[in-house]
């Protein structure tokens, strides 16, 4: 019997949606194409973001400080681990239905909540760059400043929004037991919006404010678990060079090399397709044999045939 190609998934935004009733049709999609893996043959571990998840916890936690003053500010370590909690929920339960409508059974689904650490000596602490929550108005950063020493950042004319730090993952706390469930046969979902993040303190881990990108804490989790793909999804079927320019050219397949001179030259968005394209560089250079793929939600089954998608291999 052929080994079951182990998979990590990493999903965007897009197959979660942007409230709660999104949330609920978005994953259902999202599970149908996660079970063709399985009916491919694929063992298969989740991750996924959260940006506009735990913006939503941010600011409900906020809007309770208002209404009750007894209430203390909630760290963006906690409103992370309650974005990756009510994911989990919807985003198992989803799997769990699709895979009975298909009848397969005796695949448990679960969701981990994860901690990741990160280093607190990461330059990105001195530069905060992740904005997070609702755009305000000056008076009202100026507030949020004063009263939770929150760094606000004014965008393009839009308003202001907290900013905040975007580490890399160094360790993910939870992996021996991630690792344990999927030798086990579980389908298991972690590292959810990249993990919450958290310092080391001897023997306490304490919470950071901070998010880490999820595509960086997917690359770690897929190299950890030893991984046989990594599949980035994302809004667009393939990478493109000169994005949105007439001489915009698609790229099935790219060499580490190739990537690398692409990422160099400036091809790629920062906070949007470039780190991306790093983490897919990343794993796919981490092992001879380690495949990246970058493309749809929808198209996912078709990238791991060779079909679609721009894939990395070293």
């Known amino acids: 019997m052929n080994k079951k190609k182990r998979v990590v998934i990493a999903l965007g ?11 609920m049709q978005a994953v259902k999609i999202t599970a149908k194409a996660i079970v063709d893996l399985i009916e491919e043959g694929c063992e298969v571990v989740v991750a ?7 913006g939503m916890v ?11 003053q007894e209430q203390p500010n909630t760290p ?17 339960n989803a799997l769990r239905e699709e895979l009975l409508n298909r009848g397969i059974t005796g695949i448990p689904v679960a969701t981990m909540i994860t901690q990741v ?22 008076k009202q950063a100026k507030q949020m400043e004063e009263n939770f020493g929150y760094m606000m950042k004014e965008d393009s004319g839009r308003g202001y929004r907290r900013v905040v730090a975007s ?24 590292c959810g919006g990249g993990g919450i993040p958290v310092v080391r303190q001897g023997n306490h ?60 030259e400036g091809h790629f968005a920062p906070g949007s397709m470039l780190p991306k394209v790093q983490a897919a560089v990343d794993f796919a250079a981490s092992k001879f044999g380690r495949t990246a793929l970058i ?10 045939q060779g079909k679609t998608g721009t894939t990395f291999r070293s």
């Not at 941010?58 to 009750?68: C, F, G, K, P």
């Not at 793909?229 to 994005?243: G, P």
């Not at 493309?295 to 791991?304: F, G, I, N």
């Open 13 to 23: 935004g897009n197959a979660l949606g942007n409230t709660l009733p999104e949330q």
């Open 48 to 54: 996924h973001g959260n940006g506009p998840q735990v």
């Open 58 to 68: 941010n600011n409900a936690m906020i809007a309770l400080t208002h209404e009750d």
């Open 76 to 92: 963006l370590s906690v409103c992370v681990a309650m974005s990756q909690a009510y994911i989990g929920y919807d985003l198992q």
């Open 117 to 138: 650490r990160v280093d607190e000596h990461d330059p990105a602490f001195e530069h905060p760059s992740k904005p997070i929550g609702k755009f305000i108005s000056a």
């Open 167 to 190: 580490p890399k993952p160094v360790e993910i706390v939870e992996l021996d037991t991630i690792r344990t469930m999927v030798d086990s046969g579980n389908l298991v979902i972690a």
């Open 205 to 264: 881990l304490k919470g950071a404010s901070a998010v880490i990108d999820k595509d960086f804490a997917s690359c770690l989790l897929a190299k950890e678990l030893d991984a046989d793909y990594l599949i980035i999804l994302t809004a667009v079927e393939k990478v493109a060079l000169n994005f949105g320019t007439p001489e915009e050219k698609w790229l099935a397949h790219v060499s580490i090399d190739e990537a690398k001179r692409y990422i160099a």
């Open 295 to 304: 493309t749809l939600l929808e198209k996912s089954r078709d990238a791991v």
